[in-house]
């Protein structure tokens, strides 16, 4: 009797662990049929040439065997995006549903918290609105010394809750800080800094922020009579071409071929302009159906006839870095800062339904060009001139670059007279 019981006992483990298998085996099957798609989607879209991309293709095939049978969809976006990562190109990579809101939509977990090195310091300059930081009484200038007992990093400070570290006019102190979901506001920022200067801070050219008309009333209202310019560009990761188009066209006066994105491996051999259409699609449906797409600024968005001066960043990229080049090129104006990010390729977005819900795939499959044939990609903004950051300024709430560049125009101006 016994002897039957512990054989019906180890039927029962052996049925269960078999049931487990197979459950295990069925989800290992799609991920991996998922990861193996990417991998055919990636040749044949990404604009490297075959002889460029050499055994990658195989290469991605064998790094899909790897995938395990207790792996989840996250462990697997992973993998893939290390892998990507051996490519050294910009806008390619599998992102999860939280990192497609912060992407396009600036919706994300953070504490609030937006800070630089400077001088080997990490240094608040600015607070989201309705932060759980602003609201713990954290402030510009602060000195982040610490996050949770470690040395405080940029990256950690904005998205890492727990006790912080201050030193706030040489007196040292903690702050507990918590995060929260919020949507970041990156409308554009007017401000004035004196009677003939205004400075136009652009977080983001998505499109929402510069609806035709919206845009030309703004133009009209803010900055119309206003005789000197400076763009800050610093933070803008970049985002929708004809937004992008429509700011450049204030300054250009009539349409004018900026540059152009393009496909290396394209074969269809035919060209149009970029239309004002701020439908996400119909971009998309351009350079699906055309190897060049010729960025060309649009009639009808004023005519401001301004002295101009760029900021960028190692943050700018993409279509900031797009309008700064333009600017200079088209516009006269002088850039200042530091060398931008050089990401400047052409990413189409896929869903990945194998994944799950909201999952993306990013494949560049264009490069732009500027005007005068020089590649962005890699080698970013060209730098008229670099400014460095002084941390008193900081420390007393003030943005040093931005009085550096106001200072910079001034004399520009003066020059000319």
Known sequence: MKCQIGVMIWFILFLGAFRLG??????????RSAFQDICHKVNSKIYLSTKQLSNWPRECLAEAQKIEANDDVVQVTMRANAFFSRLKVSHLGVFGPSEVQRVWKSQYRTTGIQSRYVDGEVVVV??????????AGLRRGDLLKTINGELAQVAEAETEAGVYG??????????????????????IQWKRLDAETTLITIPSFRIEFFEDQLWKDKIQSQIKKTSRVIVDL????GGNFVAGMRFLSSFL????????????????????????????????SLLANHDEVKLQSFPDYGCLKTK???LVGAQTASTA?????????????????????????VGIWYPLPAFGADYMISIPEAVYETGSGRLLEGDGVQIDKTLYENLEDYIRGQDSLVEQAHQVLNAAVQSTK
Request: hydrophobic share 40%.
């Open 22 to 31: 197979a459950q295990l085996v069925k989800r290992q099957i799609p991920l």
């Open 308 to 310: 101009l001066v760029v």
């Open 166 to 187: 201050i030193v706030r006019k040489g007196r040292a102190f903690d702050i507990k800080i918590e995060t929260a979901e919020l949507q970041v506001d990156d409308h």
């Open 234 to 237: 610093r933070q803008n990761h």
């Open 126 to 135: 600015d607070l989201v609105p309705n932060s759980p930081a602003l609201r």
């Open 321 to 345: 870095e797009i309008v700064a080049e333009a600017l200079r090129d088209f516009a006269g104006a002088r850039i200042l800062g530091a060398s931008s990010a050089g990401l400047c390729l």
């Open 253 to 284: 006066c009539e349409p004018k071929i900026v540059g152009r994105l393009y496909k290396p491996k394209g074969q269809k051999a035919r060209d149009v302009i970029l239309s004002d259409d701020s439908m996400e699609d119909s971009q998309v």
